[in-house]
């Protein structure tokens, strides 16, 4: 995402100590860190006051084929027929905001609002990284490591590997897809990938990191090397699909149907514990969860469907959605995302003239009568409309692979 579609709006009214163009750029500043996937899409704005839907559409190529025929002399072929594919997305809104007491105000406002622009900062631009992110993870052109035909097949040694890469460029460039190439540089494909892949990349010979380039070639933010035409940029918000339980038995049973967690749960362990008929794994056994209330909250008892004898300190954990091999805790291991594109590939689009980032400053008092003591003044930040969309699946790779 460029930095031109980085906004923001400050309501001042009243507050002659508010400085804003440097809380703004602490906002901003703390937002763009965050942008690694978003960076790379084609951007693409809805002018203001027409609707919250966005169509990208691209020409589909011409068959070589029929022209492989060849011409009959005097006489004039068929004429070809174009078409579009077309793409639609909508723009929604995110933010957050946090209160300012008076008192606070009085002894320590200025420390309070930039630091509150930093974490609202980074908190919006981790919102947007991760819409853009699970968009771009949401397509149907997967590789999974080692060969294997399902991210449950997964195994410890199907890690990301230049032979991986290879695989991804081949495809996308079967497919035709587009080469980055602005500021000068090689055409080149980029990788997304996160901290722990690169860790396994970066054991093989052939990694070239980024200190050995050329003083002429630009470098993307979150840049760590380039291999096989391919360009790679860390992201700590790559994807990672894990199990959506992770606990363990709070104390033995005996011939019991139910057993308290041990830890308190996530609001994802919650929704999958609530939900009746799921399956749930204790150590290396299977278990459904009881067709009624198999969850309860106020004690964190979890019921299933049979009477079971549990240790203290078994693992509890979901075959939902990660590899099925497991971890050395006996919990299936967790599933790391790398996407390898071109140009072009994915789409970002937020409405024109109002930028992806807006900081939102409502001072004491402005509140009129809600706030009859001028006690409360807000920070906030909002996403004032932003979505992404995959543009050609194709020239999209998702190499899903495990990692050490």
Known sequence: MPNTNINTTINTTGNTK????????????????RFVHAQFGQKRPIPRNNGKYVNFRRWNLFDPKVAMTGLTEGITPDGQTLSQTEVEAEVKQYGAYVE??????????DAVINDSAELLGEQLGTV????????????????????????????????????????AVRTLKKNKARPFC????KPHYICICSPEATYDLQNDEMWRNVSTYGNSEAI???EIGRLFGVVFVES?????FTQSVRNSVSASTTNSKTFVLANTPTQEEIEYLSTPGNTIMIGSDEYTLAASNPYNSATRTVTLTESVSLTEGAVVWSPDVASADADGSGI???????????????????????????LIVKPHGSSGTADPLDQRATIGA???????????????????????
């Not at 300012?100 to 406002?109: E, H, N």
């Not at 995302?337 to 409405?351: E, N, Q, T």
């Open 220 to 222: 993307y933010s979150g």
């Open 18 to 33: 508010f400085p804003s163009k440097y809380y703004d750029r602490q906002l901003l500043e703390s937002a763009k860190t």
């Open 382 to 404: 909002k996403v004032t409309a932003y979505t992404c969309a995959i543009l050609n699946d194709l020239w999209l790779v998702r190499i899903e692979h495990t990692v050490s």
């Open 100 to 109: 300012v007491s008076d008192l606070l105000d009085l002894t320590a406002y």
């Open 236 to 240: 700590t918000e790559a994807k990672i």
């Open 182 to 185: 602005e500021d000068g540089r």
């Open 332 to 358: 299936g291991r967790n599933v790391h995302c790398s996407l390898v594109f071109g140009k072009d590939a994915y789409g970002v689009i937020d409405v024109e003239g109002k930028g992806a980032v807006q």
């Open 128 to 167: 947007v990284e991760w819409v853009t992110r699970d968009a771009m993870c949401s397509g149907s052109n997967v590789q999974y490591a080692g060969g294997k035909a399902s991210r449950a097949a997964l195994t410890s040694s199907d890690k990301l590997t230049t032979e991986e890469i290879r695989k």
